[in-house]
T-cell receptor, first 109, second 116 residues
Framework: QKEVEQDPGPLSVPEGAIVSLNCTYS??????FMWYRQYSRKGPELLMY????GNKEDGRFTAQVDKSSKYISLFIRDSQPSDSATYLC?????????FGAGTTVTVRA | GAVVSQHPSWVICKSGTSVKIECRSL??????MFWYRQFPKKSLMLMAT?????????EQGVEKDKFLINHASLTLSTLTVTSAHPEDSSFYIC????????????FGPGTRLTVL
């Protein structure tokens, strides 16, 4: 069993739709949770960073963490074609990050 | 702020040669840098943790003699792929951890290595 599971997709949505992404994990020691966005042939860019259960909102992005279920989510509201990218979840309990496989998202104009 | 650069962005080399990839933190000092490898449509795999002034710590299964890491200063870490072979072809990404900002890593743009 992988430490972090993420459906690789691909996920295709029309412009303006809500994009819903999620990851599950098995290591209950994870305390810090991140979402990264990666465009093709580029390095990952940090989108959201949370360290507790609950919701965190930043503009069109909302990150949710449910530690009891070992489940995290990222929602993108009013999706735009520029949101088309691969989204990776990552988590850690120290400084080494464990990544999900990444979900490729395409937002159709 | 928190910009990490990598050089080169793309390199092609012949089998048996060595290739050096540089990772620089441009506007901050990084005591710790990480090197990852990413295969197409796959996630990032941590190869090693590089600490300034000390030997790198390699993940299980990563050959330390093939992937030489040097972290000579607080702003520069290098990864040298020695005697490269086609199976070493991959996307190599570095990240830098800012001291005092726990668990926050900033990633470089990556280096695509193709070994012929």
């Amino acid at each position: 069993q992988k430490e972090v599971e993420q459906d690789p997709g691909p996920l295709s949505v029309p412009e303006g739709a809500i994009v819903s992404l999620n990851c599950t994990y098995s290591n209950s020691a994870f305390q810090y949770f991140m979402w990264y966005r990666q465009y093709s042939r580029k390095g990952p860019e940090l989108l959201m960073y949370t360290y507790s259960s609950g919701n965190k909102e930043d503009g069109r992005f909302t990150a949710q963490v449910d530690k009891s279920s070992k489940y995290i989510s990222l929602f993108i509201r009013d999706s735009q074609p520029s949101d088309s990218a691969t989204y990776l979840c990552a988590m850690t309990n120290d400084y080494k990050l464990s990544f999900g496989a990444g979900t490729t998202v395409t937002v159709r104009a | 702020g928190a910009v990490v650069s990598q050089h080169p962005s793309w390199v092609i080399c012949k089998s048996g040669t060595s290739v050096k990839i540089e990772c620089r933190s441009l506007d901050f000092q990084a005591t710790t840098m990480f090197w990852y490898r990413q295969f197409p449509k796959k996630s990032l795999m941590l190869m090693a943790t590089s600490n300034e002034g000390s030997k790198a710590t390699y993940e299980q299964g990563v050959e330390k003699d093939k992937f030489l890491i040097n972290h000579a200063s607080l702003t520069l870490s290098t990864l040298t792929v020695t005697s490269a072979h086609p199976e070493d072809s991959s996307f190599y990404i570095c990240s830098a951890w800012i001291s005092g900002r726990y668990n926050e890593q900033f990633f470089g743009p990556g280096t695509r290595l193709t070994v012929l």
